[in-house]
């Protein structure tokens, strides 16, 4: 299984920037993917998941600027963050719980590496 994330980058404070992580390999569902971040000296922090029968769930410090979404058909989640903030600088990475088989009882956790925001004038 592979998650690779994408799309992190440099923006000006009030910028935007779309994270894109795609699953691929012997998964036969994604039940959660998850956007976590870590800044320096912090410890790793939950962003924003969506579940299927679950829901979406948003950090209170994200929410009404970032929205996730997800294309089942293409194994992929989507963090699109607006009107970002110096604060929201961090190392972005993002999570898929699946089953890997029709049969499968318990779910599979899988992280993929990490893509750097950085929000600076």
């Known amino acids: 299984v592979q998650l690779q994330a994408s799309g992190g980058g440099l923006v000006q404070p009030g910028g935007s920037l779309r994270l894109s992580c795609a699953a691929s390999?012997?998964?036969?569902?994604?039940?959660?993917m998850s956007w976590y971040r870590q800044a320096p000296g912090k410890q790793r922090e939950l962003v924003a998941s969506?579940?299927?029968?679950?829901?979406?769930y948003y950090a209170d410090s994200v929410k009404g600027r970032f929205t996730i979404s997800r294309d089942n058909a293409r194994l992929t989640s989507y963090l699109q963050m607006d009107n970002l903030r110096p604060e929201d600088t961090a190392v972005y990475y993002c999570?898929?719980?699946?089953?890997?088989?029709?049969?499968?009882?318990?779910?599979?956790?899988?992280w993929g590496e990490g893509t750097q925001v950085t929000v600076s004038s």
């Open positions: 999570k898929a719980e699946y089953f890997g088989t029709p049969t499968d009882v318990f779910e599979y956790n899988y």
């Open positions: 390999g012997a998964i036969f569902v994604i039940n959660t």
């Open positions: 969506m579940s299927t029968g679950r829901g979406t």
